[in-house]
């Protein structure tokens, strides 16, 4: 027995140890609990992203409508989780956390996150990677939508209140009907008589507005035959909301044959089906 | 002894008290002002927006006539433009309270029709006029045969130059959308805003088509302020209105 021992009667050196603190599971806390609801509704987002954009949009016609689909299905998915984290630390503050009636004074405040670099490192990091992500896609699919090719089909367009008018150069067609060819690039030249128009053929997945005196171009590809329906997209006066066009995408033949019936010569209608502008 | 008079002198902080005394008159000062809001927005479109003439005019029987070898029923409309909506014509009044310098269509600018009839239309245009901002509306569309009739005269197109208004209806997405019918009216010479009593007389016949709500307006700017597009084309009752296919 060392010296150093305690003796009898002496209480020992060591405090006895408390009972282990048994830990709360992760789930359990609130970190836990929040992740579960972040979870849950991320889930419902991306879902959502996938399935309801294909439910609510019109028929697709062109390859920019398709782009826009793609770019509302990508941007839907990629706002989930950041969204979720929002309305999830929301809705749990709200449950957990709340003041009740019962309690004179409200409880004190948790610890501010000010200063916590870790949060504030990977939040920054997190909103620039998708930022960047968004930024990327987006000029892409403009860059793309907006490159001109040979063979495009000009259309001049004409708003006013409250009607459309197409016009095709070099056939001397002037309708209140746009008609355009499959697999073909179109080339919109936009403009307006009176006040801002919005040139909006919904199918095709483009948007300009038309202004008076000045022409927009714009640019599409139909892809798939079909009706469509033009809006207008600006707030333009009593009649807006009625300013409506008929549009559809037919086949080559078809339009040669429509632009003869527009008035058109056999010779020149089979030309302009074919190409208009080198 | 400062510091305890202040603090017995301050009533306990009690969430409870300090909301229960404020919560009633809050809630109420925030529904009358709610309330007032929506009735003056109300308030504000009715004195506005609406301002027709009389009621629908509705279009007169006459029998069938055959049209692209098709029988249909066949119903006539007839109705006027005026250039002064405040005055009267034949004694009637055009346009009870409209603006005096405004032009207006009268007696109505509501008129119903039977589905996919024969509609026979006769105009008599009473105001003077000018040049389209757009030519494309000078000739005549969507009418039987592609003509009107001006003074007897059959016609596909007038001077874009000399137009007093257009008589222009649209289909919509909602009922057909490819209903379209536009008829130029030439403008009276020499008249300017003052019904002189000279008029041009212009008929021509369509066909109806579904039933369902269709709108028309004119295209010629008749109108004020931006592109001549403004007062009379832009208020409800004037230049433009609705026809009722029924």
């Known amino acids: 027995m060392s010296s150093d021992a305690p003796g009898v009667g002496e209480p020992p050196l060591l405090e006895p140890a408390d009972p282990p603190v048994q830990e709360e599971p992760f789930f359990s806390r609130p970190l836990g609990k929040i992740f579960i609801i972040w979870l849950a509704m991320t889930t419902v987002g991306v879902l959502i992203g996938i399935f309801v954009p294909h439910h609510v949009m019109p028929t697709l016609l062109s390859h920019e409508a398709t782009d826009v689909w793609r770019t509302i299905v990508l941007f839907t998915i990629l706002a989930a989780p950041v969204a979720a984290l929002v309305y999830s630390v929301a809705a749990y503050s709200l449950i957990a956390w709340r003041h009740r009636g019962n309690q004179d004074e409200p409880p004190e405040d948790g610890p501010p996150l000010r200063g916590n670099n870790m949060v504030t490192g990977v939040w920054l990091a997190t909103s620039t990677v998708l930022v960047l992500v968004l930024l990327a896609w987006g000029l892409s699919v403009y860059s793309s939508d907006e490159t001109s090719h040979p063979g495009t089909l000009v259309v001049d367009v004409t708003g006013q209140q409250w009607l459309w008018t197409f016009s095709y150069p070099g056939t001397g067609v002037n309708t209140r009907s746009l008609v355009l060819p499959i697999n073909r690039p179109v080339e919109f030249d936009v403009t307006s008589v009176d006040v801002t128009h919005g040139f909006w053929p919904v199918a095709l997945g483009v948007q300009v507005d038309a202004n008076p005196g000045v022409v927009t171009v714009i640019r599409a590809s139909p892809d798939k035959l079909g009706n469509f329906t033009v809006r207008c997209s600006q707030l333009c006066g009593l009649y807006h909301s009625f300013m409506y066009a008929p549009g559809a995408v037919v086949t080559k033949a078809k339009f040669s044959q429509w632009l003869q019936s527009q008035g058109a010569s056999t010779t020149t209608a089979q030309a302009a089906a074919l190409i208009t502008k080198q | ?246």
């Open chain 2, 1 to 246: 002894m400062v510091e305890e008079a202040e603090v017995s002198e301050q009533p306990p902080r009690t969430a409870g008290t300090r909301r229960g005394r404020s919560k009633p008159l809050g809630f109420a000062i925030t529904l009358v002002v709610a309330l007032a809001f929506f009735v003056g927005i109300g308030l504000l479109f009715h004195a506005q927006t609406y301002s027709a003439p009389a009621g629908t005019l509705v279009a007169t029987r006459v029998g069938t006539s055959t049209v692209n070898g098709v029988s249909l029923q066949h119903v006539t409309l007839a109705f006027n433009t005026y250039p002064d909506a405040s005055g009267t014509h034949n004694g009637v009044a055009v346009h009870p309270g409209g603006n005096s310098a405004w032009p207006t269509y009268g007696p109505t600018n509501q008129f119903q029709v039977p589905a996919h009839s024969l509609v026979t239309v006769t105009i008599r245009q009473y105001d003077s006029g000018g040049s389209l901002n757009n030519a494309w509306f000078d000739k005549v569309r969507g009418t039987v045969g592609g003509t009107a009739t001006i003074n007897g005269k059959v016609v596909t197109s007038i001077n874009p130059n000399n137009v007093g208004h257009t008589f222009t209806v649209r289909g919509t997405p909602g009922t057909d959308p490819n209903f379209f019918v536009n008829v130029p009216l030439p403008l009276v010479p020499g008249d300017s805003q003052t019904d002189n009593g000279k008029y041009e007389t212009v008929t021509f016949s369509f066909v109806s088509g579904a039933k369902g709500l269709y709108a028309w307006n004119c295209e010629f700017p008749c109108g004020t302020s931006v592109a001549s597009f403004g007062g009379p084309m832009n208020a409800y009752g004037y230049m433009s209105g609705f026809v009722h296919v029924v």
